[in-house]
C-alpha cells in the first residue's frame, strides 16, 4: 500500500540557516505530493504541491521538487526565520489508493532567533 | 469565511461515555474526511465521504460513525469512549478527493479518562 516517511524530528535551526527536511514515498501509482505546514494550536495548511514527475513545488520560500526515481519530494529552504517554527507533513494521493491522502508522521521544526 | 468549522475545540470524557464531534464547511466541498492525530504517527484517517449520503471507512474506523446528511456538515460520533481515543481529531474538507488541496478545521482535543 502507500506510504510516506518522513525524517524523525525535532530539527533544531539558528535563523537563517539552510533547511532540509526529507521525504520518500511508496505509492502504486503516480501520485500528487504535497506539504502540509501545522502551527501551534492550529489545523494544517496546504505549504506547496507537486502533482507530476520533476515538477517543482513552491510557496513562502518553501520548494520541493517531485522525484520519480529517488521516490523523494524533500522540503527546503535557504533562509529559515523564526516564524517557520511548526510541524511540516509530507502527504500524497493516488488513483491506487482510491485518492485517499496519505501523511507522514509530521518533523517538528524549531527555529532559534 | 469560516472554512471548516470544528466543534468543540476541548473535550473530557468518562470512559464509556458518547459524543459526536461537529464539523461544519461553508465552501460547497464535496469531499470530508475525519483525522486523528497522535504522536509520531502522523494524521490517519477515520472516515470520509465523497458527497451527501455516501461515507466510507479509513485506516482505523473502529470505535467510530460518520453520517453524511448534507453537504456542509460530518460529524463524528464516539459510540463509546475509551482511553485510545485520546487523540487530536481534526476534520477536513476538498473540492475532490485526491489531488486537490484539503482545508483543516482547528482541531479537536479529546481526552477519555
Known amino acids: 500500500g502507500n506510504s510516506v516517511t518522513q525524517m524523525e524530528g525535532p530539527v533544531t535551526l539558528s535563523e537563517e540557516a539552510f533547511l532540509t527536511i526529507n521525504c520518500t514515498y511508496t505509492a502504486t501509482g503516480y501520485p500528487s505530493l504535497f506539504w502540509y505546514v501545522q502551527y501551534p494550536g492550529e489545523g494544517l495548511q496546504l505549504l506547496l504541491k507537486?502533482?507530476?514527475?520533476?515538477d517543482k513545488g513552491s510557496n513562502k520560500g518553501f520548494e520541493a521538487t517531485y522525484r520519480k526515481e529517488t521516490t523523494s519530494f524533500h522540503l527546503e529552504k535557504g533562509s529559515v526565520q523564526v516564524s517557520d517554527s511548526a510541524v511540516y507533513f509530507c502527504a500524497l494521493s493516488d488513483q491506487g489508493g482510491g485518492f485517499k491522502t496519505i501523511f507522514g508522521a509530521g518533523t517538528r521544526l524549531f527555529v532559534k532567533a | 469565511n469560516a472554512g471548516v468549522t470544528q466543534t468543540p475545540k476541548f473535550q473530557v470524557l468518562k470512559t464509556g461515555q458518547s459524543m459526536t464531534l461537529q464539523c461544519a464547511q461553508d465552501?460547497?466541498?464535496?469531499?470530508m474526511s475525519w483525522y486523528r492525530q497522535d504522536p509520531g504517527m502522523g494524521l490517519r484517517l477515520i472516515h470520509y465521504?465523497?458527497?451527501?449520503?455516501?461515507?466510507d471507512q479509513g485506516e482505523v474506523p473502529n470505535g467510530y460513525n460518520v453520517s453524511r446528511s448534507t453537504t456542509e456538515d460530518f460529524p463524528l460520533r464516539l459510540l463509546s469512549a475509551a482511553p485510545s481515543q485520546t487523540s487530536v481529531y481534526f476534520c477536513?474538507?476538498?473540492?475532490?478527493?485526491?489531488?486537490?488541496?484539503?482545508?483543516f478545521g482547528q482541531g479537536t482535543r479529546l481526552t477519555v479518562v
Open positions: 507537486a502533482t507530476k514527475a520533476d
Open positions: 465521504s465523497v458527497g451527501a449520503g455516501i461515507t
Open positions: 477536513a474538507s476538498s473540492y475532490q478527493q485526491g489531488n486537490t488541496e484539503a482545508f
Open positions: 465552501m460547497n466541498h464535496e469531499y
